[in-house]
């Protein structure tokens, strides 16, 4: 049986990961619904996606509210939703800054959600210089999110990432091992919720006692999330 992984693994390698940016100008953000945010804030930074479901996100927004505006001005745009301050901080005051725990159920970040494998990375910014987003996922998922952000709000601009730097990078940071049980355990929906396979299934099927590919995943998982963070730090 692990000979069966070896040989998944060699033919799929390290998965065609894409990254893309896309941007949508002042003009072009003033002329439509997301414009109805740069009226009530002069920043609305998404700082973290705390919660992922197939009707919207929620979100940790760091926001700096226009003059005469505040937490009730947001709840009145149709796709957002305030469900309060960031514990313990306070709500921020009309006019002020903060942060705040918003449902985006925007058309585009639903259309993010129902393609998988695709990642929108926080942070990113909608504010006066327009918004900037950057999309993360296998080919066929970034695709299709391309397509569906064109027929509801073009991009001004659309930049696509070299992620060889990045594949480099998470061959770097985990052994083989940990690297081949990570992808055999990503391609059978491990990762996936809910989970379409457990521990115990995945050892049966690669050979590997349970004890240990726990041990290879959580190295992997460690290495990968300290990697993810001191690259983000460092930009």
Same mark, same amino acid.
């Given at each position: 049986?692990?000979?069966?992984?070896? $040989?998944?693994?060699?033919?799929?390698?390290? #998965?065609?990961?894409?990254?893309? !940016? $896309?941007? #949508?100008?002042?003009?072009?953000?003033?002329?439509?619904?997301? @414009? +109805?945010? =740069? &009226?009530? =804030?002069?920043?609305?930074?998404?700082?973290?996606?705390?919660?992922? =479901?197939?009707?919207?996100?929620?979100? +940790?927004?760091?926001?700096?509210?226009?003059?005469? /505006?505040?937490? &009730?001005?947001?709840?009145?745009?149709?796709?957002? /939703?305030?469900?309060?301050?960031?514990?313990?901080?306070?709500?921020?005051?009309?006019?002020? =800054?903060?942060?705040?725990?918003? #449902?985006?159920?925007?058309? $585009?970040?639903?259309?993010?959600?129902?393609? *998988?494998?695709?990642?929108?990375?926080?942070?990113?910014?909608?504010?006066?210089?327009?918004?900037?987003?950057?999309?993360? @996922?296998?080919?066929?998922?970034?695709? @299709?999110?391309? /397509?569906?952000?064109?027929?509801?709000?073009?991009? *001004?601009?659309?930049?696509?990432?070299?992620?060889?730097?990045?594949?480099?990078?998470? +061959?770097?940071?985990?052994?083989?091992?940990?690297?081949?049980?990570?992808?055999?355990?990503? !391609?059978?929906?491990?990762?996936?919720?809910?989970?379409?396979?457990?521990?115990?299934?995945?050892?049966?099927?690669? @050979?590997?006692?349970?004890?240990?590919?726990?041990?290879? $995943?959580? &190295?992997?998982?460690?290495?990968?999330?300290? #990697?993810?963070?001191?690259?983000?730090?460092?930009?």
């Amino acid at each position: 049986m692990h000979v069966g992984l070896q $040989l998944i693994y060699c033919r799929s390698g390290l #998965w065609p990961m894409r990254e893309v !940016q $896309l941007k #949508w100008y002042p003009e072009t953000v003033a002329y439509s619904d997301i @414009g +109805l945010i =740069t &009226k009530v =804030t002069s920043k609305f930074e998404v700082v973290a996606h705390l919660e992922v =479901t197939k009707t919207g996100v929620r979100q +940790l927004v760091s926001v700096a509210f226009n003059e005469g /505006k505040g937490p &009730k001005d947001l709840e009145e745009i149709d796709y957002l /939703k305030v469900e309060g301050p960031l514990n313990p901080y306070p709500i921020p005051e009309v006019g002020g =800054t903060g942060y705040v725990v918003v #449902w985006n159920m925007h058309p $585009l970040s639903v259309a993010a959600i129902n393609f *998988d494998s695709l990642h929108v990375i926080p942070p990113y910014l909608i504010g006066e210089n327009g918004v900037q987003i950057t999309i993360r @996922g296998l080919p066929e998922g970034v695709s @299709g999110f391309l /397509k569906a952000a064109r027929e509801m709000l073009p991009p *001004d601009n659309v930049n696509v990432v070299d992620v060889a730097e990045i594949e480099d990078s998470v +061959l770097k940071v985990l052994t083989p091992k940990q690297l081949e049980v990570a992808v055999f355990a990503v !391609q059978s929906g491990y990762y996936e919720n809910p989970r379409k396979i457990n521990k115990k299934e995945l050892s049966e099927l690669t @050979g590997i006692p349970r004890s240990t590919l726990q041990e290879h $995943l959580a &190295k992997a998982e460690a290495a990968l999330v300290e #990697w993810a963070v001191k690259t983000h730090l460092s930009k």
